[in-house]
C-alpha cells in the first residue's frame, strides 16, 4: 500500500512533490490506515549516465538528492521507491537497467531505497522477462538491502506463470489504468482467470488507483463519479491488488479520501489468507464469492450496465444445498447494513456502476 507518482504527475515530478506527499499521507491519515510506499515513477532521472556508468537524479527535480529524500521519506515512519527499466531505456527514454542491474541495484541501496517499480519498455529482441527479472531480483538481492521488487512488464509473455520464480513480490499483468470507467472495469475483468497465480510473496498488481482524479493529471480521460471511484476501490480490494494511490493528495476530496481509508474494504485487500474470489456469475453484473481468514466469506455484486438493474445468486451454486442445514449472515460493508440469517438465495438491486460488498459467516439454520 502506498502512493506512486505517474497517474498524476507524469514526468512533471520533482522533490517538493514527494515531500508534500509524504506529508499528507501522514497528516491525512493514510498511513494510520495502512498506506507506507512513496514511490517516484518514471523521468527522476538524468538523460545520460555518468562516467562511472552510474544513473544520476536531476539535479534542478531532486536538488537535494535521492538519499536526502530517503531520508525525509523516512523520518515519517514511510518508505522511499523509485522506478526504473528492464530495457536499454525507460518508457519516457531515460537510461533504462539493461546490462546495468547489478549497478543501479547497488545505487538504489545506497540511496536507501525501499521499493523498485521496474518496467518493460525498450527491451532488446534477444532477451526476454523472465531472464530480465530473474536478473534484477538477484541484483536486488545482491544489494545489501532490503528492497521490494515490483515488476511491470503489463501481463507480457504470461508473466503470472513465472513471475515468482524470479523474485518479484508484485507484478503488473495489465496495461496501463486511465482516469475512466471502462478503463478500471475492462483491467479488473482481464484479470478473473489469472488472479489464481496471485498469493503471499507475489501479488498481481492490476495498476495504480485513481480514486478521486476526477479527470485532473498524467492519465486523464474523463474522469469517474464518485460511485465509480467506488466500485474501482472494491474491485481492488476483492481481488487484493497492491493499494498504490495515483492521485494529487493536495487536492484529494473528502469522499475519495475517506474511500481510501475504508478499514472494511482494506481488509478484504489485506486479508491474510489470500484467496482468489470464484466468479459464480460474469456478464455486466458479475457476483464474486471469497473465502476469507477467519472462517469469514465475502459475497460481491457489481453492476456495469448504464442503468440501476437486480442481481442474484443461488446458494447452491457456491455449494451449499438447502439440505446443509446452513446459511450466511451477512454485513453489507459499504452501507453498514446487516441481512439476518439468509437462506437458499440473495437477490440485491444495484445501482448503474455501483456494488454491494457482503462479509458474514456460515450459520446453522
Not at 530480465?132 to 501481463?155: D, T, V
Not at 498524467?218 to 497492491?242: I, K, M
Request: aromatic content about 12%; overall charge negative; proline content about 3%.
Amino acid at each position: 500500500m502506498g502512493w506512486n507518482s505517474w497517474n498524476t504527475f507524469g514526468g512533471s515530478i520533482n522533490e517538493q512533490v514527494v515531500r508534500d506527499t509524504a506529508d499528507a499521507i501522514v497528516e491525512k491519515g493514510l498511513k494510520d490506515a495502512g498506506y507506507e510506499y512513496v514511490v517516484i515513477d518514471d523521468c527522476w532521472a538524468l538523460r545520460k549516465r555518468n562516467a562511472e556508468g552510474r544513473m544520476v537524479a536531476d539535479p534542478e527535480k531532486f536538488p537535494s538528492g535521492m538519499k536526502a529524500l530517503a531520508e525525509y521519506v523516512h523520518s515519517k515512519g514511510l518508505k522511499f521507491g523509485m522506478y526504473s527499466c528492464a530495457g536499454t531505456r525507460t518508457c519516457a527514454g531515460y537510461p533504462g537497467s539493461f546490462d546495468y542491474e547489478f549497478i543501479d541495484a547497488k545505487t538504489f541501496a545506497e540511496w536507501d531505497v525501499d521499493f523498485l517499480k521496474y518496467d518493460f519498455c525498450y527491451k532488446p529482441a534477444l532477451s526476454n522477462g523472465p531472464i530480465l527479472y530473474n536478473r534484477m531480483g538477484m541484483a536486488l538481492k545482491a544489494s545489501g538491502r532490503e528492497i521490494l521488487f515490483s515488476a511491470c512488464n503489463w501481463g507480457s509473455d504470461s508473466v503470472e506463470k513465472w513471475i515468482r520464480s524470479t523474485g518479484a513480490h508484485m507484478y503488473r499483468s495489465t496495461g496501463d489504468i486511465n482516469d475512466s470507467f471502462r478503463s478500471f472495469k475492462d483491467i479488473a475483468m482481464s484479470q478473473v482467470d489469472k488472479l489464481a497465480y496471485s498469493g503471499p510473496g507475489c501479488y498481481n498488481d492490476i495498476d495504480m488507483l485513481i480514486c478521486g482524479m476526477h479527470g485532473k493529471g498524467n492519465v486523464a480521460n474523463g474522469g469517474c463519479s464518485d460511485v465509480e471511484y467506488r466500485t474501482h476501490f472494491a474491485l481492488w480490494c476483492l481481488f487484493q491488488s497492491p493499494l498504490m494511490i495515483g492521485g494529487d493528495l493536495s487536492k484529494m476530496d473528502e469522499f475519495n479520501m475517506n474511500l481510501l481509508k475504508n478499514k472494511e474494504l482494506i481488509a478484504l485487500d489485506q486479508d491474510e489468507e489470500a484467496r482468489p474470489p470464484m466468479m459464480v456469475r460474469g456478464g455486466n453484473r458479475p457476483v464474486f464469492f471469497k473465502h476469507l481468514a477467519g472462517n469469514e466469506y465475502a459475497l460481491a455484486f457489481f453492476n456495469f450496465d448504464d442503468n440501476d438493474g437486480w442481481s442474484g445468486v443461488e446458494f447452491y451454486d457456491l455449494g451449499l444445498t438447502v439440505a446443509s442445514g446452513y446459511g450466511f449472515k451477512f454485513h453489507e460493508i459499504i452501507n453498514d447494513e446487516n441481512t439476518g440469517l439468509v437462506t437458499e438465495n440473495m437477490d440485491v438491486v444495484i445501482p448503474a456502476h455501483d456494488c454491494k460488498i457482503f462479509r458474514g459467516t456460515l450459520e446453522l439454520r
